[in-house]
T-cell receptor
């Protein structure tokens, strides 16, 4: 079974500052990892994903994340925060099983607050 | 526009009543999912379906049932609603299990 831990239910940064949202996972086999963003009263939108290959992945809106197997982490970063980045962010993990669908396992989310 | 359509967008339901949340996708994805989102708990999987004709239980299946008669539709039924089922419900789909999921806009359900 897999699980996801997001450190910090709320993170506050100043506009223009570095954004760092932490995600650690547990998995018995190499996982697929995802970051999703949710704006108020909307569904979830995929920011980026790691499946195989390059461990540093780039996503939309200037976000990127690095898969570190030794640390079982997949932290999300953005060099310079914008007011429009204020949202809820979810880290998720799944185990690719060649067609078996047990869905994504989500962390509890981190609410990103951008201070002007 | 391709994607997932959920209906209704919101509903207030009396306890004990039966309710079906509708979900339709037009991406011809094999896998579909129902999640519920609760404050502080993130998203939890209720039921899933690998392909038409098959379904499976997720983390929190009690009180819910699903069916997958065809590729496009994946309705979620609450046979007898209880207040603890007050939540925001999201339907999602993916090409196959293990790939990224695409989400609908959600159904906000209040059971009173």
């Amino acid at each position: 079974a897999q699980s996801v831990t997001q450190l910090g239910s709320h993170v506050s940064v100043s506009e223009g500052a570095l954004v760092l949202l932490r995600c650690n996972y547990s998995s018995s086999v190499p996982p697929y990892l995802f970051w999703y963003v949710q704006y108020p009263n909307q569904g979830l939108q995929l920011l980026l994903k790691y499946t195989t290959g390059a461990t540093l992945v780039k996503g939309i809106n200037g976000f990127e994340a690095e898969f570190k197997k030794s640390e079982t982490s997949f932290h999300l970063t953005k060099p310079s925060a914008h007011m429009s980045d204020a949202a809820e962010y979810f880290c998720a993990v799944t185990l690719y099983s060649g067609g078996g669908a047990d869905g994504l396992t989500f962390g509890k989310g981190t609410h990103l607050i951008i201070q002007p | 526009i391709a994607g997932i359509t959920q209906a209704p967008t919101s509903q207030i339901l009396a306890a004990g009543r039966r309710m079906t949340l509708r979900c339709t996708q037009d991406m011809r994805h094999n896998a579909m999912y129902w999640y519920r989102q609760d404050l502080g708990l993130g998203l939890r999987l209720i039921h899933y379906s690998n392909t038409a004709g098959t379904t499976g239980k997720g983390e929190v299946p009690d009180g819910y049932s699903v069916s997958r008669a065809n590729t496009d539709d994946f309705p979620l039924t609450l046979a007898s609603a209880v207040p603890s089922q007050t939540s925001v419900y999201f339907c999602a789909s993916s090409e196959q299990g293990g790939t990224e999921a695409f989400f609908g806009q959600g159904t906000r359900l209040t059971v009173v």
